[in-house]
């Protein structure tokens, strides 16, 4: 780190680094006067000086930690010194979405109560016309008394095609960018979702959805291959789940929910389905049915509880 930076920032101790990437640096700090955690990201220069990060990609970030919600982790300064903008946001003493989900057997109540908390998040910020736009397991952290945090959002993910496509190992990250991001278009609302599904994916089957020797191989797949899901992995996967995960990694924009809103209504039907122990299940002998097959069974059960919640709102 610049030591010109680290005494403009002397109201802070720098306690530990605890990431870096092609954006920056991130440390834990304390604020000397209150004693108080804080995460401190300097963005480097390079990502500080385009226009797109200057401009929209601030403004977003303002704009997302006024939302009053939770669940979004707040950010209480954006500073610019020598040249590099520098974001103060709260420290969560959390863990990454998919670790939490790693050392535990497939609890489809307990995801189903985490996907809701993140969607109410989301839902907050895509009211706003915004989105996350950097959607990752690093950035979705839980708690021990479970509760989740949005934090990292703003910044714009758009990629040189060329340039990493020919880099000789796969990059895991590029694992939760949606095809048109991959493919030169800006992030938006529907591409949050499509993120969202690929760690919903991998934190039921403590795997990603597709395996690559490189990045050109990941790029291909992403853009055209189907998801495949390992039910022999994970046998007790409800199809509410399987069509759920599939709707947000549609190829296709349109074919994905359009905003956490809608997505949030599926979500709630499917909760309330799971307390009355109301789930389509997976039959135990997977070879004896075609993924096809048990997929339009579990439409039915999701077009049925899509229906019961939608008129139980009109009721009310």
């Known amino acids: 780190m610049d030591q010109n930076i680290l005494e403009s920032l002397d109201r802070f101790e720098v306690l530990e680094k605890i990431g870096e990437g092609d954006n920056g640096q991130v440390f834990k700090v304390k604020e000397l006067e209150t004693g108080r955690f804080a995460v401190l990201k300097i963005i480097n220069k390079q990502l500080s000086k385009m226009q797109e990060f200057k401009g929209s990609a601030i403004t977003n970030i303002k704009a997302i930690a006024n939302i009053d919600n939770p669940i979004i982790c707040t950010v209480s300064e954006v500073l610019k010194i020598e040249g590099n903008f520098i974001i103060i946001s709260e420290y969560v003493d959390g863990i990454p979405i998919t670790k939490f989900f790693k050392s535990r057997e497939f609890n489809y109540d307990l995801l189903i109560t985490i996907i809701k908390k993140i969607v109410e998040g989301l839902k907050s ?85 597709f395996k690559a020797n490189d990045n050109k191989e990941l790029i291909k797949k992403i853009t055209y291959d189907s998801v495949d899901f390992d039910f ?85």
């Not at 910020?125 to 703003?154: A, F, W």
């Not at 938006?188 to 934190?203: F, K, M």
């Not at 049915?289 to 059960?301: G, R």
Request: net charge neutral; with cysteine.
């Open 232 to 316: 022999n992995k994970v046998p007790n996967i409800p199809g509410d789940m399987v069509l759920m995960v599939k709707k947000l990694l549609a190829k296709l924009p349109a074919e994905r929910f359009m905003d956490a809103s809608t997505f949030q209504i599926t979500v709630e039907a499917m909760e309330k389905f799971s307390k009355n122990k109301i789930k389509p299940e997976v039959p135990q002998n997977t070879k004896s049915i075609t993924t096809s097959a048990f997929l339009a069974i579990s439409l039915i059960f999701a077009v049925l509880l899509v229906f019961w919640v939608v008129i139980g709102r009109l009721l009310k």
């Open 125 to 209: 910020i895509h009211k706003e016309k915004l989105h996350h736009g950097n959607m990752k397991p690093s950035n979705i952290l839980i708690t021990k008394n479970r509760q989740v945090s949005l934090l990292d959002y703003g910044y714009p993910n758009k990629f040189d095609l060329e340039a990493i496509q020919y880099d000789n190992c796969a990059d895991d990250d590029f694992q939760y960018l949606a095809p048109e991001i991959i493919n030169g278009e800006a992030s938006s609302r529907s591409t949050d979702l499509y993120s969202l599904g690929v760690i919903i994916y991998e934190s039921i089957f403590a795997s990603l959805p």
